[in-house]
């Protein structure tokens, strides 16, 4: 019975129950649970808590007794995907819940839009937030600690939440508002082309960084010559580079060259002995 | 090239776009399935998700085996996924054996096997992957490029 | 400077707590990014009074763990606990030991580097905890119980600040004594040796890290091109 309803509604709006919403307040209370919505990550079924967690109050304000479960059990299924992104998919959901309680749809429309969103949202906020805006956001702010700007971790903050937040709010209530059709809005948003673009604003960061840093390594210490020192220390970093790219961890390499280095100097002092010791 | 191979429920997702992508250095992203090239919700966010310089395409197992063997895609770097490890079965069957398959994500259901945090594999699927590594084709798990492979041979051998 | 274990106790706890709740931010709670240990480090020293030191700690520490990347079911070395670590081992040694110098601040590194591998390990142990809260919810859904569904995250986070508070107590503890008891003993050779190593390999190692998170080509060269642009003009003024 429910599948037949969920076929007929795109085309008979008509002589059904009207559509009970839920309210400003519940999405705000959505919203807000939203934020701890990784807080009962699980391997089993992943973010399956957080989600029946954050869109809760809704349910209870839709269902009741047997309905109350069964909307409860519903969401407790395996859920993965970007935190940030899930707020669109909650809003959406929230939409999609009202009709099924106005019994315009089926439930297994609700399922369905749910495992179909969950992938293609993770691979735009994974590569838009964690592979892109941190890593372009964290570089410019290192440069800046770099050239002695000490407020520079804030203007990460600032710059990596001004995105965070915006998506999280505005794709809450847009995806509230446009139900199963927030893709739309996504489209226009255009995450995609700025996770490309943002790399090389995150390569021209670490290259002013880097330039800082070996800058303020080779100042004072002209043991070799300050321009010397730099080239030594840019075929370093080189090497390093192209050993993390041959899978040698970032671990390895850190105790690794740490002992080679000491040997080095060490071994080298015993024999002759530059460095006096004592004081 | 040789296309890679993967069993991933959650087809493109972010392990497929922020590590597989630039490591692979992928041209085009292949998706060979029943169900999903009929999906247009899916077929439409799955479009949205994968940067515009990859091709990206969904077909139907038969249609994808074909294309594969008759190596229409010349030297592209291609990524085929699948959303069960019975569809890489089927396509292994159907005209296209290929020689290394990635296991990434299989999620968990009650009557399956735990073999990593992110692969569960029930008792069909063992066997029809042992079916695969009699004929010679080498079954790895992995989720990210960074992490060590887990050899299924191996993983099943350990257990007995 | 006279040693008072009471009051070293007193500050590590501080850190502990200040550093356990920020950690929360990583994963469960806001993901605001004050995990980063761009802001723990600084955060840190500001309550120590030692903002200049913390904020290139912070710094290099976050180069050194950019790459590490929370992408989909796979767990991540955890830096935030090593940043914790390693920034309040440097900031309580400059309060009880001594000035923190480039060898002390290696040494720090190279002591909570690991911690980052065991939480990681914990992380892994504490998603498989969580378990029973997935049985929780169920038995709350079959039960009608919204109450008992939404007290399940708070549990959750309770748990991941216990297990990653006492970690971070630990090893907090564990990398003071190290570094306490052995840069005494380091003669001027050993400290030259322990600055190269902060002076030069770890920015170079950060550096390295910090350019595999670069994913195209074209963009690798255009970080070359502003370090070699940035370089030359800082030298250019230097002459002037």
């Known amino acids: 019975m429910s599948t037949l309803q969920g076929t007929l509604a795109a085309g008979a709006p008509a002589a059904e129950a009207p559509v009970r919403r839920v309210g400003r307040v519940t999405l705000f209370r959505v919203l807000w649970r939203s934020f701890f919505f990784q807080a009962a990550c699980n391997y089993e079924r992943m973010q399956n808590v957080g989600f029946a967690f954050c869109i809760l109050p809704a349910l209870t304000r839709l269902y009741q007794g047997e309905d109350l479960k069964r909307a409860m059990t519903r969401h407790l299924e395996f859920f993965n995907s970007h935190p940030y992104m899930t707020d669109a998919l909650l809003g959406a959901t929230v939409r999609l819940e009202e009709e099924h309680a106005a019994g315009r749809i089926g439930e297994e429309r609700i399922q369905g839009f749910k495992a179909t969103m969950m992938g293609p949202m993770a691979a735009i906020g994974d590569s838009f937030f964690w592979a892109s805006l941190k890593p372009f956001a964290a570089a410019l702010a290192v440069a800046g600690v770099f050239s002695d700007v000490p407020w520079a971790p804030l203007v990460f903050l600032l710059l990596y939440n001004m995105f965070h937040l915006v998506l999280r709010i505005y794709g809450l209530f847009a995806g509230y508002r446009m139900g199963e059709r927030v893709f739309e809005k996504l489209y226009q948003i255009d995450l995609v082309q700025f996770s490309d673009r943002s790399h090389y604003l995150a390569g021209v960061c670490i290259g002013v960084g880097g330039a800082l840093l070996v800058e303020h390594a080779t100042r004072s210490r002209a043991a070799l010559g300050q321009n010397l020192e730099s080239v030594l220390l840019i075929a370093l970093v080189l090497i390093l580079f192209q050993l993390l790219k041959r899978k040698v961890t970032m671990i390895w390499l850190l105790y690794g060259f740490t002992l080679l280095c000491l040997g080095m100097i060490l071994g080298l002092n015993a024999f002759f002995p530059l460095i006096e010791r004592g004081e | ?160 | 400077m006279s040693f008072d274990p009471l009051q070293l106790s007193r500050d590590a706890l501080q850190v502990t707590l200040v550093g356990g709740l920020l950690a929360l931010d990583r994963r469960g709670a806001f993901q605001l990014m004050v995990s980063q240990p761009l802001v723990v480090i600084p955060v840190l020293g500001l309550m120590f009074g030692q903002l200049d030191t913390a904020l290139w700690m912070g710094a290099l520490v976050q180069l050194l763990w950019m790459a590490s990347l929370i992408v989909g079911a796979s767990v991540p070395p955890n830096e935030t606990l090593a940043s914790v670590v390693i920034g309040g081992t440097v900031l309580l040694y400059a309060r009880h030991f001594g000035t923190p110098d480039v060898a002390v601040q290696a040494m720090a590194i190279l002591v909570g580097a690991p911690v980052a591998w065991v939480g990681r390990w914990l992380d892994i142990r504490l998603e498989r905890e969580n378990l029973s809260l997935c049985a929780r919810a169920d038995e709350a859904a079959r039960a009608g119980a919204p109450f008992a569904l939404s007290r399940l995250p708070a549990v959750g986070l309770l748990r991941t600040f216990a297990a990653e508070g006492s970690l971070i107590a630990l090893g907090l503890v564990l990398s003071i004594l190290c570094v306490a008891i052995a840069r005494p003993l380091l003669g001027r050779p050993e400290v030259k040796a322990f600055e190269v190593v902060g002076i030069y390999l770890l920015p170079a190692l950060g550096l390295a890290v910090a350019l595999t998170t670069v994913r195209r080509r074209r963009a690798l060269l255009l970080s070359a091109a502003s370090f070699v642009l940035v370089l030359i003009g800082l030298r250019y003024l230097e002459v002037q």
């Open chain 2, 1 to 160: 090239m040789n296309p890679f191979y993967r069993v991933d429920n959650r087809l493109v997702h972010g392990q497929i776009i922020a590590t597989w992508m630039p490591h692979l250095r992928l041209q085009r992203i292949l998706i060979a399935s029943d169900t999903v090239p009929n999906n247009a919700l899916q077929m439409t966010m799955f479009r949205m998700a994968i940067p515009q310089q990859l091709q990206f395409e969904a077909l139907p197992i038969k249609n994808a085996a074909r294309a594969l063997a008759g190596r229409v895609y010349g030297n592209e770097k291609v990524l085929v996924l699948f959303e069960t490890v019975a569809d890489a079965v089927r396509l292994f069957n159907g005209g296209n054996p290929f020689a290394l398959l990635n296991i990434g994500n299989v999620h968990h259901a009650a009557d399956r096997r735990r073999f990593t945090n992110a692969v569960y594999l029930g008792d069909a699927d063992i066997e029809a992957l042992k079916g695969l590594m009699e004929r010679g084709t080498r079954i790895e798990i992995r989720s990210l490029p960074t992490e060590p492979p887990i050899d299924l041979h191996q993983a099943l051998s350990e257990v007995r």
